[in-house]
């Protein structure tokens, strides 16, 4: 202790010299200078032939790390280089911006896009990224000396873009040649270096709340394994190399063998063990899928609708005076009123909405053709198909945007277009969930192009293979070794969707064109209503129309009662629906075998739940499957049953 009072009383006493001496101890230290007449480094050896082998092989060394970085960017967003990204410095800045709504942390590499819980075998390959990311720039930094390490440790940050990667392994090259912890056993050196990266994978881990709100505890607990990996790894790689370079006697070339091996290895691994439509199935899955939240998103409210009126009002000089929360209020209150004022700008903005759409269809049916075109065998073309499809079937609803301004896209109304993306998928992947959404719209278009028959047989196939919830998957296997841990588990095959919930609309539709055929006038009025849009401003309207032509134009067909149920339940009032129901059913309870006469039961018990009479409608319900057992609309009315806690007494 008394030690330590003479260079604290100096310190006190001449606090700028002690500092300027604290600051020439740390640049000796970092560039390796010492009282020692010849540093433990490749620098001692001072012929022009060690010294070019030096410089050749750091620039090797060098090149390869390079290399490395450009494949841990590659794994993340599937680009082959940083800087041809147009978003780069944006997704750099990023990890620094405390505001944004997801912190991106080095645990988003281990979540997409391969999450490690689904391929286990990427545990191995980022584990020996990180062990090669975290070990080389220390070794650099303890043979080469540290400013060499920097030139390391600019890769992490700049191509494999790890900025705080980057920050926390030059704090460890800094550790690693700072003389109080440059001791003889130099292994001892570098694990202590190794503290602050071990700090920072232990803090990323921690650090995303809402990434891993959807993680069990187990799954939690093995993300820890890449970091587990990763240090070990990067510890052997430290004590070989330096081994390597105590029986050399630090002459250049003991880090070379080693990070060819590094480099290679991860590569070579998920080649054989992943493969790359991996990386991009997922990529497609993130950027155009049902969770996506760049492409085909919902816009709960119209704030952001009515916030770029407003500041385009402000911006061309209209009530320059209000302020942009006050100009907000007052188009918030002109769209309340629907007034005509704000015609042309909510029709630009109606406008631009579309034009965004069309362009994210494009470049999602784009990516789908680009894989399907380079990886036809694999095993998520199925999947790839689906999303095509999807995207070519995604609109706006108009209506909803023209009246309220809310963005809601939707997909179940099939386009021609992707009549084609759908026969493949329902032709040659049958097995897949997905061939039941395939089926259904199929049928939706064959009926639409006047191949009814043909929709008949897809929706019967359709009943018949999924009606039970679609094919039974297969028991796992049992863990016969290591590598079985590691096997890669089955990827995502139906993307959300539900083969028994698919199955029961095809069974609805099935029942509508099975008792509604009109062959003698080439089921025109069955193709009429396939090509209406329930959410198309003008449905209703061409409901009405079409019955209005069936009493000149189609005569023989039995779609009346059905166009009036259709139209009865699209009464936007619950009052009126109600009441055009009970209308519905009263006239068909003379009709008791017509197939609308369960339908527009069925959708009144719906209407009643939604009008809080539980009762009323548990009794619809219940008499739906006791007197009409065979119809669709009775497994759907055992359904609301069964979610309102009782089932009928078929006894009764």
């Known amino acids: 202790m008394p030690k330590l009072v003479k260079p604290v009383l100096r310190a006190i006493e001449h606090p700028r010299r002690e500092t300027h001496r604290l600051v020439r101890s740390l640049w000796r230290t970092a ?42 960017f590659w794994l993340r967003t599937g680009a082959y280089g940083p800087f041809s990204e147009e978003n780069y410095w944006h997704a750099w800045w990023e990890v620094f911006d405390p505001t944004t709504e997801r912190q991106v942390t080095l645990l988003d590499f281990l979540l997409r896009p391969i999450p490690v819980d689904q391929v286990p075998i990427m545990t191995i390959v980022l584990g020996l990224v990180l062990a090669s990311m975290t070990a080389i720039p220390i070794l650099v930094s303890m043979l080469y000396r540290f400013p060499f390490a920097l030139i390391f440790t600019a890769i992490i940050c700049f191509v494999a873009v790890f900025p705080w990667l980057a920050i926390t392994v030059t704090l460890s090259c800094f550790i690693a040649r700072w003389r109080p912890f440059r001791f003889s056993f130099r292994f001892a050196t570098a694990l202590l270096s190794m503290l602050p990266v071990i700090v920072y994978y232990v803090l990323a881990t921690r650090g995303s709340d809402q990434a891993l709100e959807h993680l069990t505890p187990v799954q939690i607990a093995n993300l820890y394994l890449p970091w587990v990996f990763a240090i070990i790894a990067a510890c052997t790689v430290m004590g070989i190399v330096l081994g390597i370079a105590r029986l050399v006697n630090d002459r250049p070339g003991a880090i070379a063998p080693l990070m060819a091996v590094l480099f290679v290895l991860p590569i070579a691994i998920f080649e054989v063990k992943v493969g790359q439509d991996e990386l991009y199935y ?57 007034s005509g004022e704000l015609r042309e700008d909510w029709n630009e903005v109606i406008y631009t909405g579309y034009a965004a759409c069309a362009e994210q269809q494009y470049e999602a049916v784009t990516a789908c053709d680009r894989f399907l075109a380079k990886y036809p065998t694999s095993t998520y073309v199925p999947n790839v198909l689906y999303l095509k499809g999807r ?26 277009a992707s009549a084609d993306t759908w026969e493949m998928l329902a032709r040659r992947y049958p097995d897949s969930p997905l061939a039941s959404v395939a089926m259904h719209r199929l049928a939706i278009l064959r009926v639409r192009a006047g191949r009814v028959d043909e929709a008949v047989a897809i929706l019967r196939e359709l009943v018949d293979r999924f009606s039970g919830g679609g094919p039974q998957t297969t028991q796992p296997e049992q863990v ?9 588990r089955p990827g995502p095959v139906s993307l959300g969707t539900a083969p028994a919930e ?43 129309q079409l019955l209005r032509d069936i009493e000149t134009k189609y005569p023989l067909t039995l779609l009346r009662d059905n166009l009036e149920v259709l139209i009865a339940a699209a009464e936007p009032s619950q009052s009126l629906k109600i009441r055009a129901l009970e209308a519905c059913v009263a006239k068909l309870a003379s ?12 959708e009144l018990g719906v209407a ?23 119809s669709p609309w009775a497994l759907e009315a055992q359904r609301q049953l069964a979610e309102m806690g009782m089932m009928p007494d078929r006894n009764r």
């Open 480 to 488: 016969k070794s290591v590598w079985s841990l590691l096997a890669k």
């Open 608 to 630: 009643y739940q939604a009008d809080n009479r539980p009762a009323e409608a548990r009794a619809v319900f219940e008499a739906i499957v006791v007197q009409r057992a065979s």
């Open 31 to 72: 560039i390796g200078a010492s009282d020692e007449a010849a540093p433990r480094d490749v620098w001692r050896w001072t012929a022009p032939k060690y010294r070019w082998r030096t410089v050749i092989l750091l620039l090797v060394n060098a090149l390869l790390f390079a290399g490395l970085g450009f494949f841990a």
């Open 502 to 544: 698919v199955a029961m609309q095809g069974r609805k539709l099935l029942a509508l064109i099975e008792s509604n055929r009109d062959p003698q006038q080439a089921d025109m009025a069955l193709r009429t209503l396939m090509s209406f849009d329930p959410r198309d401003a003008m449905y209703v309207r061409n409901l009405k």
């Open 591 to 602: 009709e008791p075998d017509s197939d609308a006469y369960p339908q527009a039961r069925y």
């Open 391 to 416: 995207a070519l079937d995604m609109r706006i609803d108009r209506d909803l945007f023209r009246r309220k301004g809310i963005l809601r896209h939707y997909e179940d109304f099939p386009n021609m």
């Open 282 to 338: 997922r990529l497609i899955e993130h950027k155009f899928g049902p969770g996506s939240t760049t492409h085909f998103v919902d816009q709960i409210d119209a704030s952001q609708t009515i916030e770029q009126i407003a500041r385009k009002r402000r911006e061309i000089g209209a009530d320059q005076h209000l302020s942009q929360t006050a100009m907000e209020e007052h188009v918030r209150r002109l769209l309340q009123g629907q």
